[in-house]
């Protein structure tokens, strides 16, 4: 069957299907980035719409076209949600990159995130750019369009949400985010502040020293060599946390199933 063979009602699920994508790209990682050009993400919205939406359960009846848009409003808001959730994980590590910018002393130092447009502390950058390529080596947007298909059995296309359900679950996610985030800068935070009192300490017995001569050039080298040392243990565990068994993706589902049945 040709789409020019579609019925009114195969249409309608098409659309509905097309919204939920379409909100889940919009605030996914790397799907999100101004770098990728608008029609070039119209076309992956619809290429994955024409292969999923087949497979997916049908629509229930819509009435009228204020039913349809507010349907189509829901499946936007779901999509949305998934994508704030699976970015989440990258905020953290963004987190990380800013709690080990000050005590380094590049607080004040920002640059410009082509991905987002927005300024962000050096670290945090670089943080966020290493948590991405870890993102596409685990094959984690291949692992969100599994999620994707996943949410639309327990979510059907056309029910009904109840996002007040998963507040609870959300909330949650967010305050894990800058526990995840104090947890990946908290070995260098600490190492960083174990300077700043042996700094202390010397200039106490050697009041001589120019602590802030010495500080500054001493606290970037320490912090840099612990970003070294630790990056290899980072991406190893950031690369179990976004497979495809990974907690971000549990964590996916199960709002989606608390959304749509309930706790």
Known sequence: MTILDWTEQAFIHFLLVTMRITGLLTAAPVFQSRNLPSLARLGIVLFISLVIAPVIPGTAGVSSLPVLGLLALQEILVGLVMGFMVNMALAAVQVAGQLIDVPMGFGMV????????????????????????????????????????????????????????????????????????????????????LTSIGLGILVRLIPQVNVFMVGYPLKILLGFIMLWLSMAVFCRWFAGYLSGSGEIWRGLLRLISIIGKGP
């Open 110 to 193: 920002n640059v410009l995130d082509p991905q987002l447009g927005i300024r962000m502390p050096v670290i945090g950058q670089l943080q966020q750019i290493i948590a991405l390529w870890v993102f596409l080596l685990v094959d984690g947007h291949h692992v969100l369009l599994r999620a994707l298909v996943e949410s639309y059995r327990l979510l059907p296309v056309g029910g009904t949400p109840f996002f007040l359900r998963g507040t609870a679950v959300v909330v949650k996610g967010f305050s894990s985010m800058f526990l995840l985030g104090f947890t990946i800068a908290l070995p260098i935070v600490g190492v960083l502040f």
